[in-house]
């Protein structure tokens, strides 16, 4: 796998640079009337224009697909986006239309929940949850719901890492003839290939682990149906336009290229802080799947490589939350997540502040929850600074 991130999808232009050159160009010059003809016939793969597509987006869009498809038989093809937003409304909307109904667990990324919640239903699309997506649940609710297009999952989930078992997800999903699109954002093509065990579309905020440094927001929609990405969900990109910049894709693409290595850095610093947090009397709990404590743990290791480099911790209330943020000194406070840097953020008042107190509570985001996404600097500093804001609260 750390072969085809480096190799897959890379272009060598003819000048002899050996990094490709960034494409920025809005528009494609045709030599003569005949490289039109050839072009209208789809006999050359010709770019005529860069909101349907660009050399670097392609790019991306491969190495990505050779990723999510690692080790598969059959074709895997992606379609690159402006967010990730742009991939997950992209995905939903591909499958859906007036009428249709979408199931979901009951925690998502909260643009996300918005997103299903709030602007969907303005178009006729309805969404149930099923907390979970437990088996008999989701089965009982697929059947009052015959006109359901999608079953949506995030896992691990933002920001309780519950985790959700997609194979079996897949299985009741697909007795009742309904898709399935997993947003890998958390576990990265890296850790888990969800299209490997049945689901149907991949989606991602490339802006996180993938890109890995920061730089761009960006996304993605990988699918074992190439029609799909063709004529389906991924050509949403041109018609409602969100759209990336070539630079963008080039940034994302060189970023990519170290996703295994990173994953591995951000993976085992992960397990040396949730170890430290578990045993820390300031913390009420410690979430994270590679936990044995974790009540998904089993699920988690049966279908992921490793458990990832996202945390989430209980502090006693939304005060004790404050001070511990205010101790840090090394790791930022920043949402978004999966750079090389430890980003720290608090959902309550920050990306879950748009859902109710009681919706929030519900769905177990406490005022005292604080989520990590650790970095891969050097172990020992990043719990030394924990150390010292846990101290202070
Ligand atoms: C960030 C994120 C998104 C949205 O991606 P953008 O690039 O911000 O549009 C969707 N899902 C998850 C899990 C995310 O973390």
């Given at each position: 796998m750390s072969t085809e991130a480096v190799h897959a999808g890379e272009m060598h232009d003819p000048s002899g640079s050996h990094i490709d050159p960034v494409h920025m160009t809005s528009t494609y010059v045709f030599e003569d009337s005949d490289a039109i003809k050839s072009w209208g016939s789809g006999e050359s793969g010709a770019h005529v224009y860069s909101r349907v597509g660009n050399a670097n987006r392609d790019a991306l869009a491969s190495k990505l697909a050779a990723l999510e498809g690692y080790g598969m038989e059959g074709p895997v093809a992606a379609e690159i986006f402006g967010s990730g937003m742009g991939a997950v409304s992209s995905?939903?909307?591909?499958?859906t239309g007036s009428g249709d109904h979408i199931v979901a667990q009951?925690?998502?990324?909260?643009?996300?929940n918005h997103l299903v919640n709030e602007v969907l239903p303005k178009y006729g699309i309805t969404t149930s949850r099923v907390p979970l997506l437990e088996p008999a649940m989701l089965d009982e609710e697929l059947s009052e719901n015959p006109n359901t297009k999608v079953v949506y999952i995030e896992t691990p989930a933002n920001p309780t890492m519950s985790v959700i078992d997609i194979a079996r997800t897949v299985e009741v999903a697909k007795s009742h003839g309904t898709s399935v699109v997993v947003d890998n954002t958390f576990a990265t093509p890296v850790l888990q290939r969800p299209l490997s065990?049945?689901?149907?579309v991949v989606v991602h905020s490339t802006t996180k682990f993938i890109?890995?440094?920061?730089t761009v927001i960006g996304g993605a929609l990988v699918s074992r149906d190439p029609d799909f990405v063709e004529n389906g969900g991924g050509a949403l990109v041109r018609y409602m336009g969100a759209v990336p910049s070539a630079l963008d894709c080039w940034?994302?693409?060189?970023g990519?290229?170290?996703l295994p290595l990173r994953m591995r850095e951000h993976c085992s610093n992960a397990r040396a802080l949730a170890d430290f947090l578990e045993g820390h009397p300031k913390v009420a709990r410690t979430h994270y799947?590679?936990?044995?404590?974790h009540p998904q743990h089993e699920v988690a290791a049966l279908q992921m490589d490793d458990f990832g480099a996202m945390i989430s911790i209980e502090l006693e209330d939304f005060d004790s939350a404050c001070r511990f943020m205010d101790g840090l000194s090394m790791c930022s406070l920043a949402v978004s997540l999966g750079n090389v840097d430890t980003l720290v953020q608090h959902p309550a008042s920050m990306t879950h502040r748009l859902m109710s107190e009681e919706d929030r509570k519900a769905v177990g985001i406490t005022e005292?929850?604080?989520?990590?996404?650790?970095g891969i600097e050097d172990s020992q500093d990043i719990i030394s600074d924990f150390e010292g804001a846990l101290s202070g609260i």
């Open positions: 995905a939903i909307l591909g499958f009951s925690v998502l990324y909260g643009t996300t065990l049945g689901a149907d890109n890995g440094h920061g940034l994302t693409s060189i990519l290229k170290s799947p590679g936990l044995e404590s005292g929850m604080v989520r990590i996404s650790v």
